[in-house]
Nanobody, 126 residues
Framework: QVRLEEFGGGLVQTGGSLRLSCAVS????????MGWFRQAPGKEREFVAA????????WYGAPAQGRFTVARDLTKNTGYLQMNRLQPEDTGVYYC???????????????????WGRGTQVTVSS
């Protein structure tokens, strides 16, 4: 079992930055993939980025390309999503999620993930 909790959401102006954190507890000795998803009001949840916990390999979805960076700190059992040059369309609830590294399923699909945080609100004002 893995428990996830997001931190770092808030209100930021267009062009600003935020860093989200995702604290991991529970079965932290296993290898897994941490994914970041977001859901804007009235829209479906979409893939933002992911990182392999042991190999530190990142993947980025279209919303993140060139602006966001995903990272993790093994010593703190925490993942991060650094978001720069934020735009109003980045507004939404951001979730971190985890799937076992050896499990099947595409990392960009939310149905591949076994564990989810409650989400943190990000609001970008114009």
């Amino acid at each position: 079992q893995v428990r996830l909790e997001e931190f770092g959401g808030g209100l930021v102006q267009t062009g600003g930055s935020l860093r989200l954190s995702c604290a991991v507890s529970g079965r932290t000795s296993s290898d897994y993939v941490m994914g970041w998803f977001r859901q804007a009001p009235g829209k479906e949840r979409e893939f933002v980025a992911a990182i392999s916990w042991y190999s530190d390999s990142p993947w980025y979805g279209a919303p993140a390309q060139g602006r966001f960076t995903v990272a993790r700190d093994l010593t703190k059992n925490t993942g991060y999503l650094q978001m720069n040059r934020l735009q109003p369309e980045d507004t939404g609830v951001y979730y971190c999620a985890a799937k076992w590294a050896d499990s099947t399923g595409n990392i960009v699909q939310e149905t591949s993930y076994n564990f989810w945080g409650r989400g943190t609100q990000v609001t970008v004002s114009s």
